[in-house]
């Protein structure tokens, strides 16, 4: 079965700074997709970047950016000139190519200070 | 555009009682799941559904049933709630345009056991 770990329960950033949030995932297959999702107080669940395991080209959403090391299994998330906007909960997300089967991590808890 | 639609947003049941949690998008779209989501413990896969006519189990499946009744709902069955089930739920939906396609999410219901 394939597992998503998210090892930092917490992050904090200053506003402009940059920070980077960790993933790493467990699979045996070989076909796949990662996403990150932002989740605000709101409690809405927005999409923030995806990449395709394929792909040896990180993925890059204006200031967001991954760095994807799939033989590390790893996928972490770059957001530069962060924003108070950007504090919210973050999910990495593993869906196999194989079945629609989509988990989550257990997401990290992103603070932006001004 | 109304999206993913949950309902209800806000439920409290006894030990022991039923209800369902309904869910519907209008957005055509072929893959319907069903999460929840718990403190540290991030978003749980309950159910999910490739098309209509087909459920799968996710990772927590114990204590629910599902029902996709048609392409456009899904829906989520406690038979015999349990304290342990107190949790946020969400519903979210997904094209079949490929496994890079986002999740659409719907707005969640509070679900508390007593």
């Known amino acids: 079965a394939q597992t998503v770990t998210q090892s930092q329960p917490e992050m904090s950033v200053q506003e402009a700074e940059t920070v980077t949030l960790s993933c790493t995932y467990d699979t045996s297959e070989s076909d796949y997709y990662l996403f990150w999702y932002k989740q605000p107080p709101s409690r809405q669940m927005i999409l923030v970047i995806r990449q395709e395991a394929y792909k040896q080209q990180n993925a890059t959403e204006n200031r967001f950016s991954v760095n994807f090391q799939k033989a590390a299994k790893s996928f972490s998330l770059k957001i530069s000139d962060s924003q108070l906007g950007d504090a919210a909960m973050y999910f990495c997300a593993y869906r196999s190519a194989y079945t629609d089967k989509l988990i989550f991590g257990t997401g990290t808890r992103l603070q932006v200070f001004p | 555009n109304a999206g993913v639609t949950q309902t209800p947003k806000f439920q409290v049941l006894k030990t022991g009682q039923s209800m369902t949690l309904q869910c519907a998008q209008d957005m055509n779209h072929n893959s319907m799941y069903w999460y929840r989501q718990d403190p540290g413990m991030g978003l749980r896969l309950i159910y999910y559904?490739?098309?209509?006519?087909?459920?799968d189990k996710g990772e927590v499946p114990n204590g629910y049933n599902v029902s996709r009744l048609n392409k456009r709902e899904f829906s989520l069955r406690l038979e015999s709630a349990a304290p342990s089930q107190t949790s946020v739920y969400f519903c979210a939906s997904s094209a079949n345009t490929g496994p890079n396609s986002p999740l659409h999410f719907g707005n969640g219901t509070r679900l508390t056991v007593t």
């Open positions: 559904s490739a098309s209509e006519g087909t459920t």
